[in-house]
């Protein structure tokens, strides 16, 4: 006989009786390829931290938003358009970047949010991304600081000249982390004119560069904005349709940017600048040479093609009898080439202190004196205009160069022996 039980079978339930509406949003397709540019430079490619390699897409009233963040810099851009309420995925920034690059042209881009992916309507292709991580896992970088030191509107040109002009002389060597950016200062005299400076160096050169300091800024004590920050700050500022202004905040940790409807806050680093100010070259009493820039850059990159990548020494001859200076490269084999031309100058004789006190000036009638090359390369190619001028001494000692086109910066160059 034949026996039943009556044990209660469990019946799952299914897996989502409630699916996640599906949410959309539309938004023009070319500020939004600009802001997950933007995104993508600051978002990791890959690294411990999945999250970080996405760039998260979340409405807000009158479009979406779009940020990335290496917990160093945080950059948020606002993008106009239609969006449902409450959409938000974190979608990878860098495939999404590529896509925007390559997909053939649309004017606008549709996003559809179920759950953890999203579909892209390029006007007819449609492309369905995997969400990075769950939205919850999005973390809350650099909070916003209270104790704002300063906070200004500079013009773009005055931005772009501040924090563009000295990022070549910026130090990427890690043991002296506090020279690894751009160092940010009120600069208030007495007897005026009072500037907004900005000052980088590597210990072999040094770029300082002034503006009128803007209203809001005096209180500015100083600040470095890491390397990183600063090329981003520069690609943005000089993008197409930039705005004329920028407003920069500065706390005790921290510089916010807003460049039109993109928001950049990064840390800055936290050491103390070296005094800078002692290794400035006074212009006063030293001899003075003036040359066509592009003539002088020419040169030197002519004289380093015979050069090892490792040799870049670049000797200068400077001399009150003569209307060149002798631009040369040695050969540090003797069977190695060498190389030397000669560009127009004017040479003006300076003076050096006397030895001992009471007895008369030394005049400065001939320079002989060495440069790494693509130091001078870099130097120049920051300038404006064609005169520059360097006011220079003894081979031993640094020099200051100027240039009329780039008014409030000086440069100092560190010799070498050639």
Known sequence: MQTTTNAAVAIPSPANTNPAPALNAVVERAPLAAAI???????????????LTGAMIRAVPGGIEVQATDLDRVTTTFVAGAADPGLAVILPCHKLHDL???????EHVGLCVTGESAALDFEGLKVTMPAVRPVADWPTPLAKREGTIARFDLPSADALALLGKPMHAVSTEETRYYLNGVYLTAVVRPEGPN??????????????????????????????VPLAAVAELVKLISAKGAPESVELAICGTQIEARIGGTVLRS?????????????MVAAANKARAIFSREAMADAVAQVLAVREKDQRSVGFEFSAEESTVRVYVRGVEADEPSAELRVPCQFEAGRSPPAEKGADWIPITAVSIGFNGKYV????????????TWFMDHAGNPIRAEAAGTPGLVAILMPMRV
């Open 37 to 51: 540019a933007s995104a993508a430079r600051v978002a990791e490619r890959r690294g411990a931290i999945p999250v």
């Open 377 to 388: 390369l870099d130097m120049l190619a920051t300038m404006a205009g064609d005169d520059v």
């Open 100 to 106: 925007l690059r390559k997909v053939k042209a649309t």
């Open 195 to 224: 500037t907004l400076r900005a000052v980088a160096t590597d210990g072999h050169r040094m770029v300082t560069i002034d503006k009128p300091l803007p209203i809001g800024a005096g209180d500015l004590k100083g600040g470095i």
């Open 267 to 279: 840390k800055l680093i936290d050491g103390t600048f070296p005094d800078y100010t002692r290794v």
